[in-house]
């Protein structure tokens, strides 16, 4: 069975940290992986998409890479904010595994002032 | 931009009623997604329609079923509610399945009691 982890589960940052987010998965036979963002009741903003023949994706203060190999994928945040506080969550979706994207547990983040 | 729309975003069940989660999307995307998302865990699969007509089961779809008669809409309908399908649901979208990010909604909260 294909899963995806994610450590840690939460974590507190002074507002200005750069922090890094981690994401693991099973099997390097990967279409691609989605960085999520969810802010309490509600629903998931897409981050960023990584396709298996890219390394890495960067949209303004973020930056996620992929290491298919080693079966990681790390969300860098610089300049961390208050208004950055949600959970991560990332999503895989692999070659031979149907329709389903697998999502991990999510990492909640807050940044504090 | 609505993007995907859910309706209605909370709803109070006795245990065997029924009800029908509404989905639709403008986007003109041919494959929808229902997943649901309980406290701590990844979101789960229930199912997933790769275009109007076509509809399978992802990883948890006992007690739900759906259908996709426009491109538009894919309503999820829980037909004798039982207290275990307490959750968030969450409809998703995108353009094709391998290559494309996914686009959610944001999300109906439901609790059978």
């Known amino acids: 069975k294909q899963e995806v982890t994610q450590i840690p589960a939460a974590l507190s940052v002074p507002e200005g940290e750069n922090l890094v987010l981690n994401c693991s998965f099973t099997?390097?036979?990967?279409?691609?992986l989605q960085w999520f963002r969810q802010d309490p009741g509600k629903g998931l903003t897409s981050l960023l998409l990584?396709?298996?023949?890219?390394r890495e994706q960067t949209s303004g203060r973020l930056n996620a890479s992929l290491d298919k190999s080693s079966g990681r994928s790390t969300l860098y945040i610089a300049a961390s904010q208050p208004g950055d506080s949600a959970t991560y969550l990332c999503?895989?979706?692999?070659?031979?595994?149907?329709?389903?994207?697998?999502f991990g547990p999510g990492t909640r983040l807050s940044v504090l002032p | 931009n609505a993007g995907v729309t859910q309706t209605p975003k909370f709803r109070i069940l006795k245990i065997g009623q029924s009800m029908t989660l509404q989905c639709t999307q403008d986007?003109?995307?041919?494959?929808m997604y229902w997943y649901r998302q309980d406290p701590g865990m990844g979101l789960k699969l229930i199912y997933y329609?790769?275009?109007?007509?076509?509809?399978d089961k992802g990883e948890v779809p006992n007690g739900y079923n759906v259908s996709r008669s426009t491109t538009e809409d894919f309503p999820l309908r829980l037909e004798l509610a039982a207290p275990s399908q307490t959750s968030v649901y969450f409809c998703?979208?995108?353009?094709?399945?391998?290559?494309?990010?996914?686009?959610f909604g944001n999300g109906t909260r439901l609790t059978v009691t």
């Open positions: 099997d390097s036979a990967i279409y691609n």
């Open positions: 990584i396709q298996s023949s890219q």
């Open positions: 999503a895989v979706r692999w070659r031979n595994y149907g329709q389903n994207f697998v």
């Open positions: 998703a979208s995108s353009y094709s399945g391998e290559i494309s990010p996914l686009h």
């Open positions: 986007m003109n995307h041919n494959y």
């Open positions: 329609s790769v275009g109007a007509g076509i509809t």
